[in-house]
């Protein structure tokens, strides 16, 4: 954020408008031109968008597993599916070619 800031301020640039700008980009322009938010306040801001997209992703991964853990019989088709495509290998690394094969799983988490 520092880094921006001076750099706005060196070269005395404004945002253009109709240009697609990075958040902390605005957020920093509208602190500067208009004094309406401190530098808490962006940083604030930045680390809600941030930590909103993690902790989305954390409860979406929590809940599929919670619900394949519901029902035994999808879980067990699930791992008789992993066992097929890698073999048993835990230490494979999974390929795109792997993951197309995954047919069963991949149903079951886009349901």
Not at 3 to 18: D, I, N, P, T, V
Not at 38 to 44: A, F, I, P, R, Y
Not at 81 to 101: H, M, P, S, W
Request: charged share 30%.
């Amino acid at each position: 954020m520092h880094e921006r800031k001076e750099r706005y301020f060196a070269s005395g640039s404004k945002l253009q408008k109709g240009k697609r700008q990075a958040l902390l980009d605005v957020l920093l322009q509208l602190q500067w031109d208009t004094n309406q938010l401190s530098e808490e306040d962006v940083l604030d801001e930045v680390n809600s968008f941030v930590l909103a997209g993690t902790d989305t992703t954390a409860v979406t991964v929590t809940w599929a597993l919670y619900m394949i853990g519901l029902f035994p019989e999808i879980q067990a088709k699930i791992h008789e599916e992993l066992d097929r495509v890698f073999g048993g290998d835990i230490d494979k690394e999974a390929t795109e070619d792997d993951l197309n094969q995954l047919f069963y799983l991949d149903c079951v988490l886009k349901v």
